[in-house]
């Protein structure tokens, strides 16, 4: 029986465990990625546990989430981090060298080896053949001190591509179309690996945006092989030396299988307010235009950019449409200026902003209200672009271009060509990598480099250990697939602050229920309600922090994210599953309820939680590996590290 490529790579980086699903293994982790908006709390964990240099071959702190610097904060936060970085011996990309997904693919990743990032769309490094997971900070922290990092083993999920993608539909149109079949939980506790002989007719950046978004389904990392199409754009990029041929056995054996004939897909789009939400484009093309956005780490890649000029150059934006352009590195911007393509959409009357997440985090370009927006990000949840009664539907860079010139959706398969337009595949080019945006730690150590510490960074709430008798009041009573924006909103407004937990921690669930921050700290001790899919989304652990800090004890849920809970674990919050899903009604805001010899019960899988003032009693799932068991009654992961040191 053969192997799938991602137990290929895992097993070579085993260090303990047995490679089976569902069993906890450590493996070695050669590569690390943090941003800043998750970094700060990073390198604030990793000054904690005090390494000296990095364990790692190759460790890179990335600016690009919080850049706008409308006050000190971000500033302060970017200079923090740098220092840190000097002093272990972490490279730094300073803000305007571009989105940490598409600089880390494009100058660093390489087939074959680990990346572990503080940041959900890691995964984005799949695209070359690497096994890539987001992870909340404090793992990236000490992967970073260890050179390691504990998971449960995903099944893998086989991805059969066949057929060629036509004109009109894109890489974007493949990931959506895999949403719209396994939805935004569909990839939890899975790999999702792409095989079959479709794979070669997509390129390396075309896999990245795929691999990006497998984030939405869930999934704790998707991969490509690496083949022809992978040693071309390392080519490209001047590293052809990092290039092995990588792929799964001819007779791996999947968990499961989905097909996917390339030759059908249409455009697609994801709808409001669910990357999942997916619907042909034909079936809303009509629809007025307000805004469109193209960018974001899903697709802001070299050809990303080449064809939306394509489509704008000689044409000009609806004059009813706001466009803007975020191209994902200073290295394709230079390029897309010194090929006149920059001109051509600056002239169509494109915006221009800056190399990095931007809009997609809510960083400014907010749409009217009640604005139609179309976005090429991989995120569209309810708030996030900053206005709350817009909608944001997510497209490919085409459908999303041809928008901008239509001023309404425009299905590019029908009516590209009667309006003229023809995409052909961008000219092949090399790239000159520029250096000048990276600060090296040559030269600097712990020693001779002192932590810059501005004043709006403050220590992190930390838990103590779990005692016996847990007590709660339910402080919020919560549906389906509730967010980490949910959780801990992000806008320009929010996220100067994440060094801030104290301060952040005001506007918890604010969107959802304006009223939680306060009830929880009344309530001194509370509980969260959830649904399925509880803490989807972004690797922000703010999503645990904040709740610790307002006192937060338990998560009893339907169903948990990945990262989320783990995040969770590592502040020494218990996320619960209830045995019997009729139990989510009948709990209600202001419920008391007490778990008695916590610390025994959390052996058994299983825990009884009961309500106080009736006694009625709840049966949930505790189901933890040794390690998470530790951490609990430790009361988080610092606190276990430092019982064992
Ligand atoms: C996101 O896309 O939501 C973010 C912002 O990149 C997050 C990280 C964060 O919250 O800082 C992510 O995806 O992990
Ligand atoms: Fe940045 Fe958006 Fe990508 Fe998150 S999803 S890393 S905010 S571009």
Request: hydrophobic content about 40%.
């Amino acid at each position: 029986m053969g192997n799938t490529l991602a137990y290929k790579i895992l097993a070579d980086h085993l260090v303990a465990g047995e490679l089976a699903a569902g069993s906890e293994v450590t493996i070695r982790i050669d590569q690390t990625l943090t941003q800043d908006s998750t970094g700060t709390m990073v390198y604030l964990q990793l000054e904690a546990i005090d390494p000296d240099r990095v364990q790692t071959e190759l460790s890179v702190a990335y600016v690009d989430h919080n850049t706008l610097q409308t006050g000190f904060e971000n500033a302060d936060d970017h200079a923090f981090i740098e220092s840190v970085a000097k002093r272990h011996g972490i490279l730094f990309s300073k803000p305007g060298g571009g989105i940490c997904h598409q600089l880390h693919f494009e100058n660093y990743g390489i087939p074959g080896k680990t990346l572990l990032g503080s940041d959900s769309h890691t995964p984005t490094g799949g695209g070359l053949g690497m096994i890539a997971i987001g992870a909340g900070g404090l793992d990236v922290a000490m992967a970073m001190a260890r050179g390691t990092y504990s998971l449960t083993v995903p099944k893998v999920i086989g991805v059969r591509l066949t057929g060629e993608l036509r004109p009109w539909a894109s890489a974007k149109d493949v990931i959506l179309h895999v949403l719209r079949e396994l939805s935004v939980k569909g990839g939890v506790g899975r790999i999702v690996e792409y095989f079959g002989e479709g794979v070669v007719t997509l390129g390396a950046a075309d896999r990245a945006t795929i691999t990006n978004m497998g984030a939405e389904l869930g999934a704790t990392t998707s991969i490509f092989p690496s083949d022809e199409r992978t040693k071309e754009y390392l080519a490209s990029l001047g590293r052809a030396d990092d290039f092995i041929p990588l792929a799964a056995d001819a007779d791996a054996v999947y968990d499961e299988i989905l097909k996917v004939d390339l030759s059908a897909l249409t455009p697609l789009a994801a709808m409001p307010h669910s990357p999942d939400n997916v619907a042909p484009v034909s079936e809303i093309a009509g629809m007025t235009v307000n805004q469109v956005a193209i960018g974001s780490c899903t697709n802001s890649s070299y050809g990303d950019m080449m064809k939306a000029a394509q489509i704008l150059r000689g044409r000009r934006v609806h004059p009813e449409v706001s466009l803007v352009i975020a191209p994902g590195s200073a290295d394709i911007l230079s390029k897309l200026a010194a090929n006149g393509a920059l001109s051509s959409v600056i002239d169509a009357g494109a915006r221009i902003i800056e190399c990095a997440c931007g809009p997609c985090i809510g960083m400014g370009q907010s749409p009217k209200s009640g604005a139609v927006s179309l976005r090429t990000f991989n995120r569209n949840f309810k708030g996030r672009s900053g206005t709350l009664d817009a909608d944001v539907y997510l497209v490919s860079p085409e459908t999303a271009a041809l928008a901008a010139v239509t001023g309404v959706i425009t299905d590019g398969l029908a009516d590209g060509a009667a309006l003229g337009i023809e995409l052909s595949a961008p000219e092949a080019v090399t790239f000159e990598r520029n250096p000048n945006f990276i600060v090296r730690p040559d030269g600097f150590t712990k020693e001779n480099t002192p932590v810059e510490m501005g004043p709006n960074i403050k220590p992190f709430p930390q838990n103590t250990a779990l005692p016996q008798r847990v007590t709660g009041r339910v402080v919020l009573h919560a549906g389906d697939n509730v967010t980490t924006d949910d959780i801990m909103p992000s806008d320009s407004r929010l996220l100067p602050y994440r060094s801030n937990i104290p301060y952040l921690a005001n506007f918890c669930f604010e969107k959802i229920d304006s009223g939680f921050a306060s009830r929880a700290k009344n309530a001194g001790a509370g509980v969260i309600i959830g649904g399925e899919n509880y803490g989807q989304g972004s690797s922000r652990e703010h999503a645990a922090l904040a709740p610790l800090y307002l006192g937060i004890k338990f998560v009893i849920a339907k169903s948990f994210a990945r990262i989320h809970r783990s995040n969770l674990i590592n502040s020494g919050i218990l996320p619960l599953v209830f045995r019997d899903h009729s139990d989510y009604a009948k709990l209600s805001i202001g419920t008391n309820l007490v778990i008695e010899n916590a610390v025994e019960q959390l052996d058994g899988g299983e825990l009884v939680v009961t309500d106080a003032d009736t006694g009625r009693e709840y049966r949930v799932a505790g189901e933890f590996s040794e390690l998470e068991r530790k951490m609990l009654r430790a009361g988080g992961k610092i606190n276990m590290v430092k019982e064992s040191a």
